[in-house]
């Protein structure tokens, strides 16, 4: 075949093929709300009658025998109608995928779970398939924290009510006790009052200091800070309340330890942790406030100072570890406390301002169980101190 017979060919066969191809494009626009299956059935039936078409313009010209051209029918016809049959059944399989990634999209919306299969005709669905079953399981996680954090909400609402209830009416009863002169001695009752209000007090700037938690408008004042110091000033400030409840509280730890941090904000950190051991452990127990250096190992570790509470007020049940840093959740179990001293009662918002004053400082904050009570960890990253 010389080269410009070769190339009259190859033109009549670009040519049938781009009439065949428009055609099919065309077709393929007007049936794009069809169903999948007719759509790649329109496709392979382009690419057979391209084929066909290219060959009978060329045997037009007189370039292939009536004879060949009539094999050539044949065998395209054979080959058409599998071809047909194979975009069939991979078009079903292709629907039939489409229809199981549907249905598993609608479970995740109704909120249930989706297992993985492998059941699909290729990789790319099998893959899309994972990526929906990974994405319920994200979504019903996020549900269950979302419902943990809604009972939360419910649960603060009812301790805000009751604590501002029972002091506000313990002031109301004592300032009209005074106002009608039924009282013997006006002084204990003006003490009493002063106690509800700075109660009163504590519980307000509490709730202002977790608003800015989560409004994210907390701005800590970094500087160098003693962790020693720090932690022995908490302690003396606290240490009668625990002398009152004959509680044994110390410190035990390094001495040395300098940390970036915000003083302030950091000893309410500490004393809030310590106040929570005072209120849940029994008298003659110990609570022990420690701290010690980590240092991290592997690449991109960070070397930490871990401040730690340890009582022993019996421990928190397994299933309310990771509850207890929620903001109004309170333990119903051994560490409920039967009676608070004055001025030390909350809305179980302690702990809650504890991780977000502890998040905030790039830190951690967790809490497991230890014979006969608890350990609250506090890490805090050990930023490097400038010496002059």
């Known amino acids: 075949m010389t080269p410009d017979v070769l190339l009259t060919v190859s033109l009549f066969t670009l040519a049938c093929a781009v009439v065949v191809g428009g055609a099919g494009l065309l077709t393929l626009r007007l049936l794009s709300r069809t169903s999948l299956v007719l759509q790649l059935m329109v496709i392979a039936l382009a690419t057979v009658v391209?084929?066909?078409?290219?060959?009978?313009?060329?045997?037009?010209?007189?370039?292939v025998s009536r004879h060949d051209l009539t094999v050539f029918y044949s065998v395209a016809s054979v080959a058409g109608l599998v071809s047909l049959a194979m975009a069939a059944v991979l078009s079903r399989q292709l629907a039939q995928d489409s229809r199981s990634l549907r249905s598993a999209a609608a479970s995740i919306e109704r909120g249930e779970r989706v297992a993985a299969t492998?059941?699909?005709?290729?990789?790319?669905?099998?893959?899309?398939?994972?990526?929906?079953?990974?994405?319920?399981?994200?979504?019903?996680?996020?549900?269950?924290?979302?419902?943990?954090?809604?009972?939360?909400?419910?649960?603060?609402?009812?301790w805000i009510s009751h604590d501002l209830r029972t002091p506000l009416a313990g002031i109301r009863a004592m300032a009209e006790a005074l106002e009608d002169g039924m009282v013997e001695d006006p002084e204990r009752y003006y003490t009493q009052m002063r106690g509800q209000v700075d109660r009163l007090?504590?519980?307000?700037?509490?709730?202002?200091?977790?608003?800015?938690?989560?409004?994210?408008?907390?701005?800590?004042?970094?500087?160098?800070?003693?962790?020693?110091?720090?932690?022995?000033?908490?302690?003396?400030?606290?240490?009668?309340?625990?002398?009152?409840?004959?509680?044994?509280?110390?410190?035990?730890?390094?001495?040395?330890?300098?940390?970036?941090?915000?003083?302030?904000?950091?000893?309410?950190?500490?004393?809030?942790?310590?106040?929570n051991a005072i209120q849940h452990s029994p008298a003659g127990s110990s609570i022990v406030v420690s701290v010690t250096a980590s240092t991290g190992s592997g690449a991109g570790a960070t070397d930490h100072a871990v401040i730690s509470v340890t009582d022993a007020a019996g421990g928190i049940p397994e299933q309310d570890l990771s509850r207890v840093f929620e903001a109004g959740w309170?333990?119903?179990?051994?560490?409920?406390?039967?009676?608070?001293?004055?001025?030390?009662?909350?809305?179980?918002?302690?702990?809650?301002?504890?991780?977000?004053?502890?998040?905030?400082?790039?830190?951690?904050?967790?809490?497991?169980?230890?014979?006969?009570?608890?350990?609250?960890?506090?890490?805090?990253?050990?930023?490097?101190?400038?010496?002059?």
């Open 50 to 63: 391209s084929v066909v078409g290219g060959m009978a313009a060329v045997a037009s010209q007189t370039y």
């Open 118 to 158: 492998d059941r699909h005709g290729n990789i790319e669905f099998t893959a899309l398939a994972g990526e929906l079953a990974a994405t319920g399981e994200h979504l019903a996680e996020s549900r269950v924290r979302e419902n943990q954090i809604e009972e939360s909400r419910h649960e603060l609402i009812a």
């Open 201 to 275: 007090t504590g519980m307000v700037d509490d709730l202002f200091e977790l608003s800015k938690i989560h409004s994210g408008t907390l701005r800590l004042r970094l500087q160098p800070v003693s962790l020693y110091d720090l932690i022995s000033d908490t302690v003396a400030g606290l240490w009668p309340i625990a002398q009152a409840k004959s509680l044994d509280l110390r410190f035990a730890g390094e001495k040395g330890l300098t940390i970036l941090a915000d003083p302030r904000e950091l000893s309410r950190v500490v004393g809030n942790l310590v106040m």
């Open 330 to 388: 309170r333990a119903s179990g051994p560490r409920t406390p039967v009676a608070e001293p004055l001025g030390t009662g909350g809305a179980g918002l302690g702990l809650a301002i504890v991780q977000g004053i502890v998040r905030a400082h790039h830190g951690e904050v967790r809490v497991r169980n230890v014979p006969g009570g608890c350990r609250f960890e506090v890490l805090l990253p050990r930023h490097p101190i400038a010496t002059r």
